[in-house]
C-alpha cells in the first residue's frame, strides 16, 4: 500500500482553514445589507462605474484589475469571457449566478475566504451555470434548508453543466456541498482534489425526497461523463455519483454518524433509513476505485455499506470497473458489520485486493432497485 497523499494535504487544510482572518479583514456583512437573496437584487454595477485597478477591494479580476465589493459584480464583468476572480480574506454573507464563461474563484490566501447562508435561486452559495468553473482555497459553511423545505435541499454549489473543479477547498456543516441533478452531456466532468468535506447530508427528511438513500449525500451528482477525485477527506459527507467514468484514488472517508440520526422526523422514522453508502455509483460506471480508505467509528447494529453501483439504475456499463488497493476497518474500540461493496449490475465488477478489517464482507450482489 503505498504513501496516502491525502495525509498531507489533509495536515495543509488544517493548517490553513483552521487558522481564522484577522477580524478586521473578516468585514462581516449583515445579510440586510448584502440584499435579498438573489443575483438580481445584489446591485449590479457596470465595471465603469466600479473603476479598474482597484486591487483594495474584495473581489478583484486578475486579468483586468477591476475590484468589486460584490461576487456577483466580478461575475458580471467576466460575462462570456474567462477570468479569474481573486478573493480576499473575509466572511461573506452573499451569493452570485455564473450565467456564463470560464470563471475560477481562487481565495488571495487559502482557507481566508468563507461564504456562508447566503443562496441564489433560492439554492446554492454559488449557482454554475457557465462553460467551467474552478474553486481554490474557499470555505463554504452553513447552507441548511429547513425542515419545511418543500423545494428540496439546497447546497454550497450547484453545478448545472460544463467542466467543474474544485482542489484545496472546504465544505462543511450543510445539507450538501455540491448538487447536479440536472447536469448532463458528453462532455461534462467534476474533479475534486485536496479538499476536505464534512458533516454534510440532510439532517432532516425532504419532503421532494423522502426515502431515497442519496438524497442524504453531501455530493449528488447527475450523470456526468467524467469525475476524478484524489486526496480528499470525507468526514460524514457521503458522495453520490452517476458518472460514466470514474477515477477515484487515495481519498479518506470516514463515517461517525449515527445511522438513527440521519432521519429523525416522526413522520419519517429513522429506523427505515440507515446511513446511506459512503460512496455510490447508482447508475453504475467503468474506472478505477484505488488507494482509498475507509473508516468507521461507530458502532452499528445493521450492516453498513461502504460502496455502492448501479443500485438504482443498471444505466452505465460496469465491466471495466476495477476496485482494489484499498483499506477499510472499524476504528479501535468500535465494532460492526460492514460490507465492502454491494453490486447490482451483474457487469462483473472487477474486484481486486482490498485489506478489510474485522466484521467486513469484501462483496455482496444485489438486484437493482430499477431495471
Not at 168 to 190: I, K, M, W
Request: with cysteine; aromatic share 6%; proline share 4%.
Amino acid at each position: 500500500m503505498r504513501n496516502r497523499l491525502w495525509m498531507l494535504c489533509g495536515l495543509y487544510l488544517a493548517g490553513a482553514f483552521l487558522s481564522p482572518a484577522p477580524a478586521a479583514a473578516q468585514g462581516k456583512n449583515s445579510a440586510a445589507a448584502q440584499g435579498k437573496n438573489s443575483a438580481a437584487a445584489q446591485g449590479k454595477n457596470s465595471a465603469a462605474a466600479q473603476g479598474k485597478n482597484n486591487t483594495t477591494k474584495a473581489f478583484v479580476i486578475v486579468e483586468s484589475g477591476q475590484g468589486f465589493d460584490q461576487l456577483q459584480q466580478a461575475v458580471d464583468a467576466i460575462g462570456a469571457a474567462r477570468g479569474t476572480i481573486r478573493i480576499a480574506n473575509g466572511l461573506y454573507q452573499q451569493c452570485a449566478v455564473q450565467a456564463a464563461g470560464r470563471i475560477s474563484y481562487v481565495a488571495a490566501q487559502a482557507g481566508g475566504a468563507i461564504f456562508e447562508q447566503i443562496l441564489c435561486d433560492h439554492k446554492a452559495g454559488l449557482v454554475l451555470r457557465g462553460e467551467a468553473a474552478r474553486i481554490d482555497g474557499v470555505i463554504f459553511q452553513g447552507y441548511r434548508s429547513p425542515t419545511d423545505n418543500i423545494s428540496g435541499r439546497i447546497s454550497a454549489l450547484s453545478w448545472d453543466g460544463g467542466t467543474l473543479s474544485i482542489v484545496n477547498s472546504l465544505f462543511r456543516s450543510s445539507d450538501a456541498a455540491l448538487l447536479g441533478h440536472h447536469v448532463a452531456g458528453t462532455d461534462t466532468q467534476l474533479t475534486i482534489s485536496q479538499s476536505s468535506f464534512s458533516q454534510l447530508g440532510a439532517l432532516a427528511p425532504m419532503p421532494s425526497c423522502p426515502t431515497d438513500q442519496t438524497c442524504v449525500a453531501g455530493v449528488d451528482i447527475g450523470p456526468i461523463a467524467k469525475f476524478r477525485m484524489t486526496t480528499s477527506h470525507f468526514a460524514d459527507a457521503p458522495v453520490a455519483v452517476r458518472a460514466l467514468q470514474v477515477d477515484m484514488e487515495d481519498n479518506l472517508f470516514e463515517d461517525q454518524m449515527d445511522e438513527q440520526a440521519v432521519r429523525s422526523d416522526a413522520d419519517f422514522p429513522a429506523q427505515a433509513h440507515p446511513a446511506p453508502p459512503l460512496f455510490a455509483m447508482p447508475f453504475g460506471g467503468v474506472g478505477r476505485i484505488q488507494y482509498n480508505e475507509f473508516r468507521l467509528h461507530r458502532s452499528i447494529a445493521s450492516a453498513a455499506v461502504l460502496i455502492a453501483v448501479a443500485l438504482d439504475e443498471r444505466r452505465h456499463p460496469t465491466r471495466g470497473l476495477v476496485v482494489k488497493d484499498n483499506q477499510a476497518a472499524f476504528a479501535a474500540g468500535t465494532a460492526g458489520q460492514a460490507i465492502f461493496l454491494v453490486d447490482g449490475s451483474g457487469d462483473g465488477v472487477m474486484v481486486g485486493d482490498n485489506h478489510l478489517g474485522a466484521g467486513l464482507t469484501t462483496y455482496q450482489r444485489q438486484v437493482a432497485q430499477r431495471p
